[in-house]
Each structure stands twice: as structure tokens, then as C-alpha cells.
DNA sequence: TCCACACATTGACAGCCTTCGATACATCAA
DNA sequence: TTGATGTATCGAAGGCTGTCAATGTGTGGA
């Protein structure tokens, strides 16, 4: 599925409702870069995650110390920490045996800029 | 809602590798409401949806005007629009047959600024 | 009253997501 | 090199999500 390429489509089956509504809307990429940054802080731990990144003194974290926080076993923060990444809401970088993830804030408010635009 | 995250959860379990990191988490009630506003445009179709809202020129959308857009059945735009009312992001008013979707902005703006403030 | 229309709800199915234990990989110390 | 430690990846179980056809609900016109 998936197949709308772009076309804004007019194409109302019964325009009786509403006026024509020449609606400008995002196109097929541009909404699956939205949703993707959406989604990755769709779940509540990412939301705590990505919280205890952006509200580090430090102003980044290893996954030694987001564990504990959130109680969730290793392999799945390092999971989230992909999505995360992924969704270009945090970069990291590797320094040893450590991974040091830090926040990317403009992603998000970037996309939440994409509305009111 | 959104309300400031302010609840202090300093149980690092293995403080080893990093400072201690007495770092703000949001609590459980915030991470569920931000990930729930965040969660409801981590769709692409509810993004679509969204972005033809509050780029409507008169500043609400009827469903009758969105199945074609998205290329979606009635049930399942219908689907999307309860997510995004219970969301917050946008508002359901009843008016004659008609259902009218109207945008609430300030719900992801305030969400979005849950993390920088 | 009856019918047509706009929209919501239900039930079902396929696919994806979250989570974990087990394991592999990478780095540092001895 | 060997062992210990920090992370990532794999595989599987369970639950959740997106989608539609069919049906229900409410409104307005004839």
C-alpha cells in the first residue's frame, strides 16, 4: 500500500459539504519523516529516555545510567536508543567502551514546526 | 496537563562509568501524556490528516473532505480522528450530519517545549 | 413517517512493536 | 593473550496497531 505519490487529489466524492478545501497537504516522504520522529517519542520510556538526555548536566548520558531510571533491562534501551537515533532525536558517539548519547533538540522542533508553518 | 517535569529519580543503580547524573526524568503520568500527543502523529496518514487541518483555509475540516487526501475508507479516517481528538491535537464539534475537526496547535507546541524548558 | 446521507462503532485479520534472555562484538586492563 | 566490562544484535513471545467490510447511530429532507 502506500502508493499516493504526491498529488494533492482533489478529488472529494461528494463535495457537498465543505467548500473545495484546496488544502495543501505534506507529501508521502515529508509525513513519513514526521511520523517517524513522532513515533520514536510515541512510547512513554523513550519519552523518559530522551528526557533524561536533554535534562543532563552534562549534557550527555551512556546507557549504564538510563537503565536504572526507567527499569528496563539493557538490550531494550539500546533498542530505544536506536529508534531514537534513527529518528535524528539523538546522535551518538562511541568513546571506549562507552556510548555517549547526546540530544539533537532542534529535530523536534523542527517537526513540530512542520504544522504551523 | 504538561505539567513541568520535575521529579527527581537519581537511582543509578551502577554509578560507575559516568558522574553520578542526578539528571530530571519526567514522571510516569507525563511520559504517558506526552508520548500519547506524540504517538497520535507517529502515523503518517494521521500526519497527513494533521497537516490538512491546520493548513485549512477555513480552519476546519469536515471527514468527508480527508478520505480523499489520505486515499483511506470512512472507518479508518474516522479511526484517526478519535486518536488525534483524544490526543488533543484537535477538536470534534457536531454540527448538523457534519463532524468538524478544527486544530488545537498549542497542544504540540507545549509538548514539544516539555523538553527544552 | 420514511429515506438518504454523514459519521461512528464493531469484528476480524495481518503486520508491527515492545520486551526479554541469550549471545556476539568491542574495548580496556592485566 | 586472556578476562572483564559496556553495548549491540538475535530470536521469540505477547500485545498492540492499522485497515477494511459490515453494521449501527443520528440528522435532515421529502
Redesign the pocket.
Known amino acids: ?1 502506500t502508493t499516493l505519490p504526491v498529488t494533492i487529489d482533489a478529488t472529494s466524492p ?1 463535495a ?2 465543505c467548500p473545495p478545501a484546496a488544502d495543501a497537504m505534506v507529501d508521502d516522504a515529508t509525513a513519513q519523516d514526521l511520523a517517524k520522529v513522532f513515533k520514536a517519542l ?2 512513554p ?1 523513550r519519552v523518559k529516555l530522551f528526557s533524561l538526555i536533554t535534562a543532563s548536566a552534562s549534557g550527555e548520558m ?3 545510567d538510563l537503565t536504572g531510571p526507567v527499569g ?5 534501551v ?6 531514537l537515533v534513527e529518528a535524528g532525536l539523538v546522535t ?1 558517539e ?1 568513546r ?4 555517549y548519547y547526546q540530544p539533537a533538540i532542534g529535530t523536534l522542533a523542527n517537526a513540530a514546526q512542520a504544522f504551523t508553518a
Open positions: 500500500m461528494q457537498s459539504c510515541g512510547d520510556n551512556c546507557v549504564c528496563l533491562s539493557q538490550p531494550t539500546s533498542h530505544h536508543m536506536k529508534l551518538r562511541q571506549g567502551k562507552w556510548a
